[in-house]
């Protein structure tokens, strides 16, 4: 083993906690930081392409390749978890959408103790790292490292889905990210000046430079090192070899939700039966290490629309390797953006204080190929819509298959093992056939493709759900903060039972919010860049709106 070298803070994990870290943590060259990634650099040019993001959600190189056990909701069946295993993490494979998710969603943080973790107290941390000019400045920032663009609004998909939800009574909002998240209204993405905006690309970058930044790559975490029950150090892998390094400050695990508690385990943080059962010493008996794992779930209603097939024909070989070039000399075209028409916000019951559905609006039939004429024929025109299912009841768990870092943990979802869960997306697939009755999309659809007219009843829509329902990649909440005695860390992010160490990722979320979870983590990640060097936090917002409330 070679001999440890010493930094001030190390931070276990690429991705986008970690970028962050890395960026802001160093912002002061009398810190000596180091950041460890398992995956290699983000250098492959479809990375930078936003069309190209569903070519990462299959096995390869820059993924995990994890999967989930078998799932006793969904048929048993195993789904593929995509997991960025790169710089920047899941922020470089992505859908690059940017949503806070509802003020609600930190209110409720807030309400179970968790001082300022309220929607004001962590709205001046998504401003600080945005870069969105021209919006409303109580809601948005410019000038930070993340540039957020406005999608599309003009499209006559976009068009037909805003007015077909007015009709419907779900409302538009022209801001998801300001005063209203409910209501149909255009997304907005991660995406400057028509490349991917990872947070490798856009934090972590321009901070590489400085001599007290140190960042290995195919560097992958085994174990944090403890003397008692003072973290000190890392032990990762790299190159084939164990090596060591020392914190004289802290050790930061950003690994996501399923990495934080995997190495957290495998260095004797977690349920002690558990890990004595793989034959690992304990350092603190945690019971929830792993536990209340939680995801969002979604299917999807879909019409053949002949009056979107110009969509489809754009994905003609010829046609398409023009796109690739508009996109090299100018940055511009439909590889530069993606093919969600419109998002939608919305109550299954007007009772409830937040929306439990998400409605991904979508233009291009997901199986769609490339295709030439005499070689392989499109795919009709599509008019599609993803429900999402924002606040499941269902919890899973991440356990350790052995003490083996190397090996990938087991990964149990338990996906609508709750009744509740399939009752909501039920109605959803109900209320989405419903919109699609109103114009200008009663006209533009045609046959129903899924799940199919003859599918009606309770339980033909309950069989469909279980057969085609998937994870969206949001997982979060395995290291929940809290105040109660089975937190796994506290409100400053601190794993309780030990010290010098913290998570910072989307792991210690006490629930999944209500939409995409990669803004919300660059959040948690600025504010805790804020605890670790103590400073005094960003002042809260005042607000006059319903989004305080």
Sequence with gaps: MEQAQTY???????GSAGCVLAARLSEDRANRVLL???????????????????????????????????????????????????????????????????????????QLGLAGWSYTDVLPYFKRSEDFPGSDEKYHGAGGPLTVSRGDRHSPAHRAFMDAGRAAGFGNTDDHNAATQDGFGAADYTIRNGERASAAQVFLKPAMSRPNLTVFTGAQAGRILFEGKRATGVEFIRDGKTETAKANREVILSGGAYNS????????????????????????????????????????????????????????????????????????????????????????????????????????????????????????????????????????????????????????????????????????????????????????????LMPGANVQSDDEIDDYIRSTANMLYHPTSTCRMGIDPLAVVDAQ???????????????????????????????????????????????AEELETMAAE
Aim: proline share 8%; glycine share 8%.
């Design 8 to 14: 001030d803070f190390i931070i276990a994990g690429g």
């Design 36 to 110: 460890l990634e398992a995956g290699t650099p983000d250098e492959h040019l479809w990375m930078r392409i936003p069309l190209k993001f569903r070519d990462f959600m299959f096995p390869s190189k820059f993924n995990w390749n994890y999967e989930t056990e078998p799932e006793p909701a969904l048929k048993n069946r195993k789904l593929f978890v995509p997991r960025g295993k790169v710089l920047g993490g899941s922020s470089s494979i992505n859908g690059m959408i940017y949503c806070r998710c509802h003020p609600g969603d930190y209110n409720h943080w807030r």
């Design 493 to 539: 992010l601190r794993v309780n039972g030990v010290t010098n160490l913290r998570v910072v990722d989307a792991s210690v979320m006490p629930r999944v919010p209500g939409g995409h979870t990669n803004a919300p983590t660059i959040m948690i990640a600025e504010k805790a860049a804020d605890m670790i060097l103590g400073r005094t936090p960003l002042p």
């Design 261 to 448: 508690p995997q190495v957290l385990m495998l260095s004797g943080v977690g349920p002690a039966a558990h890990l004595r059962e793989n034959g690992i010493e304990v350092v603190h008996d945690a019971p929830d290490v792993g536990r209340h794992l939680q995801d969002h779930v979604h299917t999807g209603v879909a019409y053949n629309s002949d009056a979107m097939a110009h969509f489809t024909r754009d994905l003609r070989a010829d046609r398409l390797a023009l796109a690739g070039l508009n996109w090299l000399l100018f940055k511009r075209g439909h590889l530069a953006t993606l093919p969600v028409a419109c998002i939608g916000y919305v109550k299954t019951r007007p009772e409830l204080a937040t929306p439990d559905l998400e409605l991904l609006m979508n233009r291009i039939n997901p199986e769609s190929l490339i295709w030439f004429p005499g070689l392989r024929k499109p795919k009709r025109g599509y008019l599609g819509t993803r429900v999402v299912l924002l606040h499941p009841e269902s919890r899973g768990t991440v356990t350790l298959r052995s003490n083996n870092p190397l090996e990938k943990a087991v990964i149990r979802h338990n996906y609508l093992t709750a009744p509740g869960d399939i009752e909501t997306i039920r109605e959803g697939i109900r209320q989405v056939r419903k919109l699609y009755t109103h114009e200008p999309l009663r006209s533009l659809a045609q046959d129903e």
